[in-house]
Each structure stands twice: as C-alpha cells, then as structure tokens.
C-alpha cells in the first residue's frame, strides 16, 4: 500500500555553538556549527493512494491493482523533534491525529523517525 502526502514542516532551530560569527542570524546556520535542535509541527494533505498484490495461481501470476482512498484522512498533522550535529539531522514525527477515519479501520497515531544526511 503506497499512500503518498504533500506535507510542510516548520521547526524552528536552536543552535549551541561555541564559535560566535558576527553574521549570526536565528534564521541561519551552517553544517559546521555544532549541535542544535528543534521542535515544531508539520500538516500534510493525502495526494493519492494505491496498491498491488501479486498472487500465484496455478504457476500463473495474478497482478491485482487498485487505486482508491482506503480509508486513510485525507489531512495528517502532528508534532516533530529534529536534532542535528553538523551535517546529520535526526527528526521523530508523531501524528496527532487518527490515520484512518473514524469508525473505519483501527484507531492509532503514525510515528515515524528518520535521518537528514
């Protein structure tokens, strides 16, 4: 199951450095500054939604299609923690709404966390 979203995240920065440059800027950083971290929000809007099984039957393959909404929200919005040490960021996102509509598949909250190389 493929359900892709267009999402925008702001999450402020707060870099701790121990070099002070006269063009510091709280908008600005660079790779070779330190550590730093942030917390903020992210909003997303479902864009599609597909799948694809493929069965085996009688030595034949089946390939089965379909595109629908499969009762995933259509908008997600959810909290982020990013934590970054030069050029490597680690972020964690927790959604704080429901992934599926209510009253159509179970009731649980995304997480997900990666790395910003």
Known sequence: IVVPYVNVVLVPMFVLSKSRSSDWSPFSYHENDGFRIGVGGYA???????SKFVLKDDGNR????????????????????????????????????????????PRLNAFSF????
């Open 44 to 50: 997303g809007y479902r864009v599609g939604g597909r």
């Open 62 to 105: 089946i390939r089965e299609k379909d595109r629908t909404n499969f009762y995933f929200n259509n908008w997600r919005y959810g909290a982020r923690l990013q934590l970054g040490f030069r050029g490597v960021d680690l972020f964690a996102n927790y959604d704080l709404n429901e992934v599926f509509v209510e009253n159509r598949g």
């Open 114 to 117: 990666g790395i910003i190389l």
